[in-house]
């Protein structure tokens, strides 16, 4: 149990254009999921926390008007990179948590993002 | 600030030799624990998590990992690594003012010589 998928795995696009990347809870609900961004061989940094039916919480220093966050439905979170540029590349990895209760938060596999 | 450390950023070692690595957190209220795993091309995998109740816990694999409140540390350790511990080690806290956010630590990179 407790399977987060994420969609697409792997994106190249063009730099200007926008990209969006799902985060789904398989077998549970999910009323906050996370995104994190993860450079190479570096950690993850929290990027936002998603609310189901509200507006994310996004940490400092990240742009909400470029990382549009959608938390639909108790099953998925979405992310959306607007206008990309090459230093959007990156790792971006969701997580989400059981609505009911438990503090453990499931991790995604991640999407490889590469803006050209 | 609170913050997560892992003074080991890489680490070496040989078959069956024993492992510890370091996680010290800044924070000096209730805290929620984990180790997780990253292997080369994968996603996170949790270890183990400390809530409450005693100190050392056990996860999987044959890893444990020791909470020393006075210490402010949450070391991971085995006894005995294999080459397919070769990974990625993050300590992740949840701190008791900050919601259910994780905080990660900067990771270590474990590599595991045949």
């Known amino acids: 149990g407790a399977v987060v998928s994420q969609h697409p795995s792997w994106v190249i696009c063009k730099s200007g254009t926008s990209v969006k990347i799902e985060c789904r809870s398989l077998?549970?609900?999910?009323?906050?999921m996370f995104w994190y961004r993860q450079f190479p061989k570096q950690s993850l940094m929290l990027m936002a926390t998603?609310?189901?039916?509200?507006?994310?919480?996004?940490e400092q220093g990240v742009e909400k008007d470029k990382f549009l966050i959608n938390h639909a439905s108790l099953t998925l979170s979405t992310l959306t990179v607007t206008s990309a540029h090459p230093e959007d590349s990156s790792f971006y990895i969701c997580?989400?948590?059981?609505?009911?209760?438990?503090?453990?938060?499931?991790f995604g596999p991640g999407t490889r993002l590469t803006v050209t | 600030a609170q913050s997560v450390s892992q003074h080991n950023h890489h680490v070496i070692l040989s078959e069956a030799a024993s492992l510890e690595l370091g996680c010290n957190y800044s924070?000096?209220?209730?805290?929620?624990l984990f180790w997780y795993v990253q292997y080369p091309g994968q996603h996170l995998q949790l270890l183990l998590k400390?809530?409450?109740?005693?100190?050392l816990v056990k996860g999987i694999k044959g890893f444990e990992a020791e909470f020393i409140k006075s210490k402010f540390s949450f070391n991971l350790r085995k006894p005995s690594v294999q080459w397919s511990d070769t990974a990625e080690y993050f300590c992740?806290?949840?701190?008791?003012?900050?919601?259910?956010?994780?905080?990660f630590g900067g990771g270590t990179r474990l590599m595991v010589k045949p």
């Open positions: 997580s989400a948590r059981d609505s009911a209760g438990v503090v453990e938060q499931y």
């Open positions: 077998d549970f609900q999910a009323t906050t």
């Open positions: 998603s609310n189901e039916g509200s507006k994310a919480t996004y």
């Open positions: 924070y000096g209220g209730t805290v929620n």
């Open positions: 400390y809530f409450s109740g005693d100190p």
């Open positions: 992740a806290v949840i701190f008791n003012n900050a919601g259910n956010m994780l905080t």
